[in-house]
């Protein structure tokens, strides 16, 4: 089965397969339903009318390796 995942340039400036986005997105996208879902309890300790701040692109800003190594991180509770 062919790869049919677009590279994208690493900081580096090779080209490599961008697996990590997709997944990153559908967290950010539906993050109170993934924390109800795996982490009830700290689901119900969070104040929902204050909506998460991803801070990946903060990250990327001050290294990206950092970033690679640490990911995005919610913020706002």
């Known amino acids: 089965m062919a ?6 340039p690493s ?9 990590d986005s997709p997944w990153k997105e559908a967290i950010e996208r539906f993050f109170p339903e993934f924390l109800a879902l ?17 801070l990946d692109k903060e990250l990327q800003q001050i290294s990206a390796d ?7 991180k919610p913020t706002n509770w």
């Open 66 to 72: 950092s970033a690679r190594a640490v990911g995005a």
């Open 11 to 19: 900081p580096s400036g090779s080209a490599k397969s961008d697996y």
């Open 38 to 54: 795996l982490f009830p309890a700290i689901h119900a300790e969070i104040d929902w009318s204050l909506r998460p701040d991803f």
């Open 3 to 8: 790869n049919t995942q677009t590279p994208s």
